[in-house]
Structure formats: C-alpha cells, structure tokens
C-alpha cells in the first residue's frame, strides 16, 4: 500500500471530456487505498456539480456511440429475418460499495460495468443476444444472433428511431452518489458510532454502503429512442446486542433516489440508533403467540406482505401463461373493499422509480385493485401484446446481460382513512408486526408465510410484550378478504427491497399504512 502523502498527487476527474473503464476503475483503486491509509483530504471529485459533469461526459458516450444512424442500422438487421418488434438496450454503471465491519473497512469497491443487447419479438418468441462492448460491429453481430429465433416470420421494416423528450418523475438536486469519497465514508463511520453509542451492549456494528449512477439507452423498431439517468443509494446498518450468552440484531436502513437534503431529514445516524435499539428489545423478546388470531401490520416495509402475495400475482407472464391465481379475474372481487392496491413508478425518491422502463415505455402510476375489485395487471411489452393490452411500464432486466420481464415498481397498499391506533381497539389477544423479514409466495396457490423480524402481543387493544421467532402464514385471497381496517398513515419504503425473479433482481419500493387482518395464523410457540 502506497503511503498517505502520495496520494495528494492524485490528478482530479477531467471534466470536459470522457473517462475511460481504466481510468474510472484506477481511480476507484488508488482512492480506496488512500482513505484505508487514513490520507486526510483525498481529491476525488471537488463537489457534486463537478462530479455530475464528469459522469455526463461518459453518459453522453452512449449517445455519441450509438446515434440514430447506428441504432437504426442495428434495429433493420435485428428484423431482416422476421419477428415483429426489436429493441436495442445499451447500459452503463458506476457504482461504489463500502463496508464496514465492527469498527474496520472490510472492503471498497468500486464498479463499472457496461454493455449492450438486442432484442427481436414475434407473440412467444423471444431472441435475445448481448454485447459486454458498445460497439457497432458487436451490436451487429448481437441483432443478427437474436432473430435467428424468429427467421422464417415475414420481415418488418423498423421506423426510424426519433430522441423522445421523457418526463422526470422528479428531480435530484445534490444526488448522493456524486458526493466527494470522504463524505461517503464519514457517513458509515458516522452510522458505526451512532448504534454504538446507544447501549454497551451493542458488541458489534456492521454498515454497508452502496450507490449508483446509471445510464441507459433504448431505441426501438416502433422509432422511439430514450435515454435516462437513474442515482440509486442503499445504507444498510445491522447492530449485534450482546447479554450473557445471547445475541440478537437489529436492522436499519436509508436510502433511495435520493439527493443530500434526504439525509439531513432522515439522517443515518438517526436511522443506526433506532437499529440499535431494535437490537436491544429483542433481547427481551420471549415467546411469540401460536394460532389464528388478528393481526395488525405497522406501515413501510409492512407492504412486503402484499408486494409478495399480490404483487407477483398480476405480473404480466404468470398471466398469460396462466399460472397465476389471478388469471381471468379482472373484474373480480378479490379482497376487501377497504383494499386499494397501487404500483407507481414515478414516487419521488421510489426505490422503484424510473421515468421509462428497460423496454423504453413511459413510467406511470398503475391502480391494481380499487375497492377490493383487481383493475389491472402489471404487462410488459411482449404480455401486453398476448394479452391484447397496452405496456404499463413494468418492463424491467436486471442489466444489459438480461432480458426484460413484467415487474413490480414501487407496490404500495394505499392510504385508508382510520387512525392507526384505532385499529388495536377491541383485539383481546392478537399479534403486531412492526418489521416484516422473509418470506416466500407461491403465486399459483397464493400460500404464504413470512418471517417476522420485530413483532408483539396484541393484549386487550395494546401493544404489550416483545416477541421472537413469530412467522405468519395464511393464502393470499382469504387474507386480503379479510382486511378489516385501514390507517392513514401510509409509508412507501425507500431504502431497501430488492425483488428476485428468474434469476433476475431489480430495485423496488413496497408500502402500506397500519392495516388490520381479521385473521392470520401466526407461528409462535405460546398459546
């Protein structure tokens, strides 16, 4: 490792031109090196306007790249043998990650992954090859691997793509991931030294921090071409609470599309003394309560339960392939008429938020079921064409490397009118989950069971005892049927959720305000 005073030498981020792979990732390296060698004041980027600039002048690479001459030549070879719709997605990331660990830097990281694939559709058909290199001959090369899936189908000749003006859900001022390197580091320091400090107990703290900025490009044979900017940040703090021979965790986390007001409004101290704290009442925590009883949900990440048990049930594939419980259903009554199921891709600050998806459909705000009734399924571009339907926006890949799929944005049960302490009233013995944890769904049966991270005994209209070890488990239709009350204090989670499906993983938002179940099954083992 290079001593400390070498690194004042470091030359800055040039900002009126692009920045190589190379460079970005050498830069990455000697920083890293410099902060864990304890170099006070290491020259990064000077402030985020500056860093703005220098990330655009890599952004605008893409475009430089691929122009609209180069994607319409890319798009005619991907349907010269047939299909119907092609696409091309072009993708770059600079990302950071840091982590610490019980008072130390466990590592740093710093990324910059990037490439480009093409996609050619005909109905069920789907070809689909990529490129770890945004070059035209690659790109070429990649179209002409797509549609060999679809030759044999009469050739479409793609209209001539056009730049579209797109409609920022909001705007980020300051955006976290541009910040200088040192105030990044001063905030996982800052989250370590918070949770410590509540209680002599917590033995161990461990923080991770990671961000993102990124840029995509799709242009397609329908002649739109859109490109979008994404800062994507996640802090996650897990304190370890120590007494005698048991341990338990917290867990808190911030973080979002966020800018750097957000964390003065919700600061990450803030939030690693409240993990903290978790930590410390679970250590209380004894038994939790076995059997169906009612149950009452807390707000924010509460919404985990109707993201998983409804959610995944109205995304467009398991529709058309009919494997989900709701095939056939719109139109139906599926759960109370207090329910009012939302996925809206444009909250601001959504982890799930975008202003057009990775198939280059516009972002919008889907109502799903209203009064109980499901109105609608989340469709991408190829569900919404089987199904005769229009694209809601919820084509979503993981990264380039990955074709897109119907997914969930940000998933929200939405705002009911009852005050939230109202919703205890009356419940002799039931159960409160404040923290929801795992859980699993299966969407062609709608059975259910999620682990409960922080939860408590309902005992005549109050919250009372801690409890651990609670699971709940029910079906998805009976549960939602019998939603009996709904507060006003809705929450959209923004710092954590990160959806899986086949293989793939994308960031979403999940929320609810108070909600009152009639009936749950709880796994405890007290009765």
């Known amino acids: 490792m290079q001593p400390a005073a070498d690194f004042d030498t470091i030359p800055r981020m040039p900002l009126d031109e692009p920045i190589s792979r190379r460079v970005f990732l050498r830069r990455g390296a000697l920083v890293s090196a410099a902060i864990l060698a304890g170099a006070p004041g290491v020259p990064w980027i000077p402030g985020s ?7 655009m002048g890599i952004g605008q690479e893409l475009e430089d790249i691929l122009n609209l001459e180069t994607c319409n030549r890319i798009l005619a070879e991907a349907l010269a043998r047939g299909g119907t719709f092609a696409d091309l997605f072009a993708e770059q990331r600079f990302t950071t990650r840091i982590v610490l660990d019980d008072g130390k830097l466990e590592s740093v990281t710093y990324g910059y992954p990037r490439g480009a694939g093409v996609r050619v559709l005909h109905r069920h058909q789907t070809g689909y090859a990529f490129s770890d290199e945004i070059a035209f001959a690659s790109l070429l090369d990649a179209a002409r691997v797509a549609s060999t899936v679809v030759e044999n189908q009469s050739p479409v000749t793609p209209i001539d793509v056009t730049k579209r003006a797109l409609s920022a859900p909001f705007t980020l001022t300051s955006p976290v991931p541009l910040m200088a390197e040192p105030a990044k580091f001063a905030l996982v320091r800052s989250m370590d030294a918070a949770a410590r400090a509540v209680d002599p107990r917590i033995a161990s703290v461990r923080v991770e921090y990671s961000d993102e900025v990124r840029d995509v490009l799709v242009a397609t044979s329908e002649g739109t071409l859109s490109v979008d900017r994404q800062y994507l940040l996640a802090i996650r703090c897990v304190p370890i609470a120590v007494d005698g021979t048991m341990r338990r965790s917290g867990f808190g986390a911030v973080g979002g599309r966020v800018d750097e007001a957000y964390l003065r409004q919700r600061t990450p101290a803030t939030v690693a003394r409240e993990a903290a704290e978790q930590a410390l009442i679970l250590l209380q925590a004894g038994p939790a309560p076995a059997g169906t009883m009612p149950v009452v949900i807390g707000p924010g990440w509460g919404g985990v339960l109707i993201h998983e048990s409804l959610g995944h049930a109205v995304e467009g ?178 710092a954590r959720g990160t959806c899986g499906k086949d293989g793939q993983r994308v960031p979403v938002g999940v929320g609810q305000p108070t909600v009152r179940f009639a009936s749950i099954t709880v796994g405890g083992t007290e009765t």
């Open 317 to 494: 594939d398991g529709i058309r392939r009919q494997t989900s419980l709701l095939t056939g259903k719109k139109g139906a009554a599926i759960g109370s008429p207090l329910l009012r199921v939302v996925d809206d891709a444009r909250i601001p600050h959504g982890r799930g938020s975008y202003a057009v998806d990775d198939e280059g459909t516009p972002s919008r705000k889907t109502v799903l079921v209203d009064r109980g009734v499901l109105q609608s399924y989340l469709l991408d571009r190829q569900s919404a064409s089987m199904l005769g339907g229009a694209p809601t926006g919820n084509g979503r890949r993981e990264s380039y490397r990955s074709r897109p799929l119907p997914r969930m944005s940000n998933t929200y049960i939405d705002r009911g009118t009852s005050d939230p302490e109202s919703l205890l009233s009356g419940i002799t013995k039931g159960f409160y989950a404040a923290m929801l944890g795992g859980g699993s769904v299966d969407t062609t049966s709608g059975n259910f069971n999620f682990a409960v991270r922080e939860g408590y005994w309902i005992e005549n209209g109050a919250i009372t005892r801690p409890a651990r070890g609670a699971v709940l488990i029910g079906n998805s239709l009976e549960t939602l049927r019998g939603l009996e009350g709904v507060g006003s204090d809705l929450y959209v989670e923004h």
């Open 49 to 55: 306007g500056d860093a703005d600039a220098a990330i």
